[in-house]
């Protein structure tokens, strides 16, 4: 049996109950237009209070987003008389799309006759949207976690991939470099032998050649050392620590003491540098390469200087190494850290210093580049982590 239609004071008393608890109560006809709803029912259809709806003449089957919702409710009562618990999509007049809970139950008069329906509504949005959230961030994580483990397995292979190469590099530079460094020792030798044993036999122009070969013998065996070297950069995976850069830049003068002291050079650090964060190797690499660069250019200056300091005009987190030798064309600036260029073929060099310190910048993500220093000569400035 169905339920007969409540007084409706009492269903005023209802409905006043059911709305502190955030419920709605509702009476509809056998056209299923509402007869009764309270305020808080009213607010998830979408008007300001109950009154408003009633004028209204709203139907509830107008909220139904889908209208096979409506059309099952309504077969499933046929049957129960009562149905507890269907959820199904509203949409309000304002246009919002709610998830509700329905009690609904078959309304007879007092003959039996059905004449209606009544029942109670619960506003379910915020909880299954909150599931529904939760499901798919579920399932985002789940997709997140599988791509991060291909990623991983992509990752490890490419590292042992990787390492197998740098293996195979510094097995094939160390045989290169020998095979090709051993007849070239042995042409230097016997350059050498001629020069001690037959200069007189061969007269200034036989020995002239002679001095040639040697001098491009000794010429190979530097593009071999410095390739050899720019080949292994970053091949090793020696940790970055905090290094003094003075402390570097005093290492390099002392192993070319006998170069500065010859040329009567005067190469100072000043005073204010940084700690960078490098492996001390590398920087050594760095700073001796550009300050082997910096004396063959002011050889033949009255008084060669060479300064190391911090702060290069217009990047004051540069470091810089200035000279004042031969100077630089502004425009072969960018041309001077190619391999194997020389801008000046009367200067001693392999052409390969420059590339090796514009690589050992490029490995702790920074960057170099060269101009016109202040009186005459060159700047180089290069950045490096701050450490």
Request: aromatic share 8%; hydrophobic share 40%; charged share 25%.
């Amino acid at each position: 049996m169905g339920a007969q239609s409540p007084d409706r004071a009492d269903m005023e008393r209802l409905g006043r109950a059911f709305g502190q608890l955030r419920e709605g109560l509702f009476e509809v006809d056998q056209d299923f237009r509402m007869t009764y709803i309270n305020d808080y029912g009213a607010r998830l259809a979408g008007y300001a209070d109950a009154r408003t709806l009633i004028e209204a003449g709203a139907r509830s089957v107008d909220f139904y987003v889908d209208m096979a919702d409506h059309d099952l409710l309504i077969k499933m009562l046929e049957s129960r008389e009562t149905v507890d618990g269907y959820v199904c999509r509203f949409r309000n007049i304002q246009g919002e799309r709610l998830w509700i809970e329905l009690t609904c139950n078959v309304l007879r008069d007092a003959s039996g006759a059905r004449v209606g329906y009544w029942g109670i509504l619960h506003d379910l949005t915020l909880r299954l949207e909150a599931e529904q959230a939760r499901d798919r961030l579920h399932e985002e994580l789940l997709d997140a976690l599988a791509r991060l483990e291909v990623s991983e397995r992509q990752l490890r292979a490419r590292n042992e991939a990787l390492q197998a190469g740098n293996q195979s590099l510094r097995e094939f530079s160390a045989a290169v470099t020998h095979d090709l460094r051993t007849p070239l020792v042995g042409l230097k030798g016997f350059a050498e032998m001629l020069a001690e044993m037959y200069a007189d036999a061969l007269g200034d122009h036989g020995m002239h050649l002679v001095e040639r070969i040697h001098a491009n013998a000794v010429q190979m065996d530097l593009i071999i050392q410095g390739l050899k070297e720019l080949v292994l950069l970053g091949q090793d995976s020696q940790p970055c620590s905090q290094v003094d850069p003075a402390r570097v830049w005093r290492t390099v003068l002392e192993n070319r003491r006998e170069q500065v002291e010859q040329l009567g050079a005067d190469l100072r650090v000043l005073p204010g540098l940084p700690a960078v964060r490098v492996h001390p190797t590398k920087l050594y690499l760095l700073l001796d390469n550009l300050v082997s660069n910096a004396l063959k250019f002011t050889d033949g200056a009255a008084q060669p200087r060479v300064r190391f300091g911090f702060g290069a005009p217009g990047d004051d987190g540069a470091f810089y190494i200035e000279d004042n030798g031969i100077g630089l064309d502004p425009t072969l600036s960018s041309r001077v850290f190619e391999l194997f260029y020389r801008g000046d073929r009367g200067v001693p060099g392999a052409g390969i210093g420059l590339a090796i310190a514009r690589r050992v910048v490029q490995l702790y993500g920074g960057r170099i580049w060269a101009e016109p220093g202040d009186r005459r000569g060159t700047r180089f400035c290069f950045r490096l982590p701050i450490g």
